[in-house]
């Protein structure tokens, strides 16, 4: 069982950045690869980013852009998204993943979510 508890969402400005953070327990976290995904309302739930068991290999959505930057951390097992860039269009719950494929798009199995946090971003 692993658990998934996201924070650092919040309502900013466009052009500004956000750093968010997912921390995760339960003894088999290291078995997992870990990502994130976001659902803006009315949307369908989509790949954001991925990032692979040792943090070499990362993996992002066309629309990041060289915006989003995805680390772990895996002595403190959390997993973070640092956003910059951010736009009206960014706007959503992001949710925090864990999955025991490579979390490289929308169809990725994915077997932990976490709650989600709302990010918010004005024009």
């Known amino acids: 069982q692993v658990q998934l508890v996201e924070s650092g969402g919040g309502l900013v400005q466009a052009g500004d950045s956000l750093r968010l953070s997912c921390a995760a327990s339960?003894?088999?976290?290291?078995?997992?690869?870990m990502g994130w995904f976001r659902q803006a309302p009315g949307k369908e739930r989509e790949f954001v980013a991925g990032?692979?068991?040792?943090?070499?290999?990362?993996y992002y959505a066309k629309f990041v852009k060289g915006r989003f930057t995805i680390s772990i951390d895996n002595a403190k097992n959390t997993v973070g998204l640092r956003m910059n860039s951010l736009k009206p269009e960014d706007t959503a719950v992001y949710y925090c993943?864990?999955?025991?494929?490579?979390?490289?798009?929308?169809?990725?199995?994915?077997?932990?979510w976490g709650q989600g946090t709302q990010v918010t971003v004005s024009s």
């Open positions: 339960g003894r088999t976290f290291s078995n997992y690869r």
């Open positions: 993943a864990a999955s025991r494929r490579p979390i490289v798009s929308d169809s990725t199995p994915v077997e932990y």
């Open positions: 990032i692979s068991l040792s943090g070499g290999s990362t």
